[in-house]
């Protein structure tokens, strides 16, 4: 069975960087497509970023297009977010998700597969 496992998540300043990975295991991610998805507090889960199967289709949420970038390394079974120009507006709880499907969406309702998450906290 599919398991994913997200790191990277932690402090950061205004302005600053992080990369989060989400490692898969029991399966291979190669016929999956992998959305990322952040809870803030008190506030509903919404997609940020998704990536096809093949990683040639790339989807982002208005709020962070310019300044995160989903790639995947089929070969390592992993997928990354990168995340620049952070604003305390991105601190949320990060989860990467999996579903069977050649294309990505942005909806969570469609993926099958999620990771426990990552914290990412931005603040001076």
């Known amino acids: 069975q599919l398991q994913l496992v997200e790191s990277g998540g932690g402090l950061a300043q205004p302005g600053g960087s992080l990369r989060l990975s989400c490692a898969a295991s029991?399966?291979?991610?190669?016929?999956?497509?992998i959305g990322w998805f952040r809870q803030a507090p008190g506030k509903e889960r919404e997609g940020v970023s998704c990536?096809?199967?093949?990683?040639?289709?790339?989807k982002y949420a208005d709020s962070v297009k310019g300044r995160f970038t989903i790639s995947r390394d089929n070969a390592k079974n992993t997928v990354y977010l990168q995340m620049n120009s952070l604003k305390p507006e991105d601190t949320a709880d990060y989860y990467c998700?999996?579903?069977?499907?050649?294309?990505?969406?942005?909806?969570?309702?469609?993926?099958?597969?999620w990771g426990q998450g990552t914290q990412v906290t931005v603040s001076s």
């Open positions: 998700a999996a579903r069977m499907f050649r294309l990505c969406d942005l909806s969570e309702t469609t993926y099958n597969y």
């Open positions: 029991g399966v291979t991610l190669d016929y999956y497509a």
């Open positions: 990536i096809s199967s093949s990683g040639r289709t790339t």
